[in-house]
């Protein structure tokens, strides 16, 4: 009985989908509403209004900055919900099962680990700083980042990887995102202009260029430290166990 | 050739997004998932969307997958009946 329900139930909404789909006006055409009524303001003016080299920087971080001004909240706001069930670590040494775990990773392993986790770091920095002229950006980084401190920790193990990146290290820099974003946005109220904008004309008429890149760098640079922190923080309050063990020499 | 590639991409989506549902093996599932955020990302590369791409392949398939093993290390590996 309760599989005819939840058969005929998926079967309805299936159909009122299908519906929809079909409604939706066909992909690429040059009358859809997506192309006809913001995307030319944003080609066309993109470079004046925003002073930004790239027409999606421009939109995430400035048309739409309060979009992903949110959307790094709610990062921050997954770290604060996963640090409540879970606990931040006491400071000092912690430890996780890969720690205790009887087969010790193959020197291989470590060996390729230790030599490529630089470069994924290097990889990750180059995708934040070229964010603004190149697909990438600081979230993309700062995932990046996350990744190769997954790698590290689950080969060398938690009480390595916390030598690394200590939490006073962590623990300020996790609100990196949203307090950047902030600066910068109120920035450009002081200079009399809106939240987020570049154009200050309490200032002068028209941002130098090439400040207006700095300030894009930095939101940039703080989304990234930002992410990658929280991720860190995250995969440390999963992992971490509580009983104490002596550290592996 | 392009159409064929599409083609090819979304039918493994749909296999390893019925996979992902099915497999009573929870890490098997978790793995099977992280292919299908691969894919993902490859769509969203054919769709022009590198931004995307980068995302779902470093959060998709690298970060949520190793969330996800670390809770089945510490809850259970098997679904129940």
Known sequence: MKKVAALLFISALAVLLLFV???????????NPTVTHVIPRYLER?????????????????YRGYDTMGEVTVI?????????????????????????????????????VRFIVPFIILFSVYTILHGETSPGGGFQGGAVIGGSMI???TIFGLYESSRRIPLKVRAPLEGAAVMGFFLVGSLGLVGGGNFLTYAWPRVAQGLHPSLVVWLTVLVEVGIGLGGAMVLT????????????????? | ???????????????????????????????VF????????????????????????AVGAG????????????TRRREEE
Not at chain 1, 242 to 249: D, F, R, T
Not at chain 2, 23 to 28: M, N, S, V, Y
Not at chain 2, 64 to 74: H, W
Request: net charge negative; with cysteine.
């Open chain 2, 1 to 31: 050739m392009g159409t064929a590639l599409n083609l090819v991409l979304i039918l493994l989506l749909l296999a390893t997004a019925l996979l992902a549902v099915t497999a009573r093996d929870l890490l098997a599932a978790v793995i």
């Open chain 1, 46 to 62: 993109a470079e004046e209004e925003t002073h930004t080299v790239n027409v999606i920087t421009g939109i995430i971080l400035n």
């Open chain 1, 76 to 112: 921050f706001c997954a770290l604060a919900a996963v640090l409540a069930v879970l606990g931040r670590e006491r400071r000092g040494v912690i430890h996780g099962f890969v720690d205790r775990s009887e087969v010790p990773a193959s020197v291989i392993v470590k060996t390729m």
């Open chain 1, 151 to 153: 790698i590290f920790t």
């Open chain 1, 233 to 249: 923080s995250i995969l440390f309050a999963m992992i971490r166990e509580e009983e104490e063990i002596a550290p592996a020499s």
């Open chain 2, 63 to 74: 970060v949520t997958t190793v969330l996800f093993v670390i809770t089945i290390f510490k």
């Open chain 1, 21 to 31: 789909v079909a409604g939706m006006p066909p992909m690429g055409d040059p009358g």
């Open chain 2, 34 to 57: 992280s292919v299908y955020s691969l894919i993902m990302a490859l769509m969203w590369q054919r769709l022009q969307a590198p931004d995307l791409a980068l995302t779902e392949a």
